[in-house]
T-cell receptor, first 113, second 113 residues
């Protein structure tokens, strides 16, 4: 079983829809949670970063972490065609010096105009 | 502007050949990472380095090696290329102040025939 599970999609939604992307994990040592966005044939770029449990909002994006359920989510409001990309969750644990990340396999999102 | 670059961007080689992929960053980051990305597996950590002369094995290190002789560069060597090493390779770096934020290069597409 992988440490981090993520539905690969593809997830296809109409423009303006609310998108929900999710990851589950098994390692209770994970403390730092990130979402990266990766456009086709590009390197991933950091979108959101959250420490421990709770919510974080940045514009149209909201990241949620529920450590009791080992479940994290990324919500995209008013989705745009430019949001079409692969979204990867990533996590790190304090006992590994924090710096090495474990990634999910990524969810491919398509926003239809 | 600071950046992270990879070369070559595309490489075709034959089974058994030694291949070296270059990664160069101008962020002056201590932490550097190599990942491979394959369909269904997301990003998997190959090797990482927390500073000059420091190297560590990641999840999928067999058949790969790295060396860190300066802050800016972390070349990845495939000692004897195998078809199973056909993949997209990403280099990343992070700084001490914000260690969870990894900055990724554009990737190298490697095909081993």
């Amino acid at each position: 079983q992988k440490e981090v599970e993520q539905d690969p999609g593809p997830l296809s939604v109409p423009e303006g829809a609310i998108v929900s992307l999710n990851c589950t994990y098994s390692n209770s040592a994970f403390q730092y949670f990130m979402w990266y966005r990766q456009y086709s044939r590009k390197g991933p770029e950091l979108l959101m970063y959250t420490y421990s449990s709770g919510n974080k909002e940045d514009g149209r994006f909201t990241a949620q972490v529920d450590k009791s359920s080992k479940y994290i989510s990324l919500f995209i409001r008013d989705s745009q065609p430019s949001d079409s990309a692969t979204y990867l969750c990533a996590m790190s644990a304090t006992d590994t010096g924090r710096r090495a990340l474990t990634f999910g396999s990524g969810t491919r999102l398509q926003v239809q105009p | 502007d600071a950046e992270i670059t990879q070369s070559p961007r595309h490489k075709i080689t034959e089974t058994g050949r030694q291949v070296t992929l270059a990664c160069h960053q101008t962020w002056n980051h201590n932490n550097m990472f190599w990942y491979r990305q394959d369909l269904g597996h997301g990003l998997r950590l190959i090797h990482y380095s927390y500073g000059v002369q420091d190297t560590n094995k990641g999840e999928v290190s067999d058949g790969y090696s790295v060396s860190r002789s300066n802050t800016e560069d972390l070349p990845l060597t495939l000692e004897s290329a195998a078809s199973s090493q056909t993949s997209v390779y990403f280099c990343a770096s992070s700084g001490e102040r914000d260690q969870e934020t990894q900055y990724f290069g554009p990737g190298t597409r490697l095909l081993v025939l």
